[in-house]
């Protein structure tokens, strides 16, 4: 008897001793998901997005954490369709993170946000805009402003600052939930002022081979401007089109294009184009700088708006987990009605829906460049 109890006892301090040993009397992380388009078409403004929240997550462990715990970023590749976002979102719970940040695009966070929702999931979104997933009271957040909001902005400030009368629409329906919304909003505003939206066309970007067609399309209706809401890439050679045809035409587009790849595939195209967004490119705010100057540190490049948007998704994010202690439990709570977080570019809120409303600008392409032109916000 005193032989097997000797023996019981030797066998629990080596259980003991090989738990400590394995790391099971360490701080459990506070395990963030991170999804969007890596691998796609998009995969500049995803990769961009995903520098950005790595770089504030770094940030926030090298202060130490949360509460003393460490954020661990897992990632995965939505691949671009709705199939890989409906996958990532799964492998993500699974690997039993306490909220999940992503899509890039508004089609891909509507086709993974059911399973979050399904499974009592936070997602929050640092550019899916698309109205359809705003003003109700679910597990969706977002930190950027919704496409009302982008699209009827946009058309208040074209026919009243602009003096444009008629607007062609040009859309990629493969991110039909934002390009969509937002094309409605702009029409909404834009005719209720008295302008014309002389036409809108849609086309896929995903097996487009010629813009001419559609380029031609847009001519024939006769508009004074072109309104392009697309991916960077698409946006860059749609312009190129216009200019080859010698059309001599004002164009806006939406924040979606604001990318390297609109500078690169645009040219000389590109400048003069327009575009709405949620920050102001030309900002002196020190915070800002110092994100960009390590940025450009880290990664070699200069960060797109996507990045922007990451790094200040996990400072939102973060203010809620601090309220929490890093816990799933409470955290919907926690970000509805959140209040006053200072973010790299402006002081966020989240209203009693998870939804934000900010300043906004209109960027010009000059020189190569963005350069911030104006601020437009609802009180102007």
């Known amino acids: 008897m005193k032989v097997s109890l000797l023996l019981f006892k030797t066998s629990l301090a080596l259980i003991c001793l090989l738990l400590l040993s394995s790391g099971c009397n360490t701080i459990v992380p506070i395990r963030l998901g991170f999804t969007a388009e890596l691998s796609g078409k998009q995969n ?56 999940i940040i992503g899509h890039l695009t508004s089609s891909q966070t509507a086709a993974g946000f059911p399973i979050a929702a399904e499974r009592g999931t936070v997602l929050i979104s640092a550019t899916a805009a698309t109205a359809t997933l705003t003003g109700k009271d679910d597990l969706f957040f977002c930190t950027t402003p919704s496409t009302t909001y982008l699209g009827s902005e946009l058309a208040r400030y074209v026919y009243e600052v602009r003096g444009i009368p008629s607007m062609a629409i040009i859309l990629d329906e493969d991110n039909l939930a934002y390009s969509s919304s937002l094309a409605d909003a702009f029409t909404t ?23 001419i ?42 924040s979606w294009a604001r990318g390297e790849e609109l500078l690169r595939n645009g040219g000389s195209a590109v400048e003069g184009l327009e575009l709405i967004i949620a920050y102001d490119a030309d900002s002196t705010n020190d915070e800002l700088e110092a994100f960009t100057s ?87």
């Open 44 to 99: 500049e403004l995803a990769i961009n997005l995903r520098n950005g929240v790595q770089l504030a997550v770094d940030d926030i462990n090298a202060s130490g954490g949360i509460h003393g715990r460490m954020i661990e970023l897992i990632i995965e590749d939505d691949l671009g369709t709705p199939g890989g976002a409906i996958a990532a979102e799964n492998a993500l719970i699974d690997a039993g993170v306490v909220a």
């Open 189 to 211: 505003g834009f005719e209720q002022r008295g302008g014309t939206i002389t036409t809108r066309i849609t086309y896929s970007g995903k097996t487009i081979t010629d813009f």
């Open 294 to 380: 390590r940025y450009i540190d880290r990664y070699t490049q200069e960060p797109a708006f996507t990045a922007v948007y990451g790094y200040e998704v996990i400072q939102v994010l973060a203010a809620a987990l601090d309220k929490t202690k890093g816990q799933a439990e409470g955290l919907a709570e926690a970000l509805t009605n959140l209040s006053n977080v200072e973010t790299l570019t402006s002081t966020l809120a989240l209203d009693k829906y998870g939804d934000t409303i900010r300043p906004l600008y209109i960027q010009k392409v000059q020189d190569g460049d963005f350069i911030t032109v104006k601020q437009v916000t609802i009180q102007d």
């Open 213 to 254: 067609p559609y380029v031609y399309g847009l001519r024939l209706s006769n508009p004074q401007a072109v309104l392009i809401i697309t991916s960077p890439p698409d946006a860059g050679i749609i312009a190129q089109q216009i200019r080859l045809q010698k059309w001599d035409i004002p164009f806006f587009a939406a």
